[in-house]
Nanobody, 128 residues
């Protein structure tokens, strides 16, 4: 099993930046990085969980939701078993619990049910 742990959330003013981290650990982590597509999702109160960004295991392909394109950047370092989400120019509508997720596949999916592992989430609050 692989465990994912997010960190880096917090309270920030509109226009500010945050960098979220997702660290993987567990018995199978040695093979985790080579076979997984990593994604970030978010869920605001009363709303469904939505795809934010994703990256292939080799970093060659990245995907972003239209709402975050040009503001958020996803990256990963397989040697460190870590995925990051750099969030710039934050807006109040970015306020949500952010989750990292992983699936054993090369390509990504915007559907949460297609992911095999999830972190516990980290709160991001953007004040106006």
């Amino acid at each position: 099993q692989v465990q994912l742990v997010e960190s880096g959330g917090g309270l920030v003013q509109a226009g500010g930046s945050l960098r979220l981290s997702c660290a993987a650990s567990g018995r199978t982590v040695s093979s985790y990085a080579m076979g997984t597509y990593a994604g970030w999702f978010r869920q605001a109160p009363g709303k469904e969980r939505e795809f934010v960004a994703g990256i292939t295991w080799n970093g060659n392909s990245k995907s972003y939701a239209d709402s975050v394109k040009g503001r958020f950047t996803i990256s990963r370092d397989n040697a460190k078993n870590t995925v990051w989400l750099q969030m710039n120019s934050l807006k109040p509508e970015d306020t949500a619990v952010y989750y990292c997720a992983a699936r054993y596949a090369y390509s990504g999916s915007p559907s949460p049910e297609r992911y095999d592992y999830w972190g516990q989430g980290t709160q991001v609050t953007v004040s106006s």
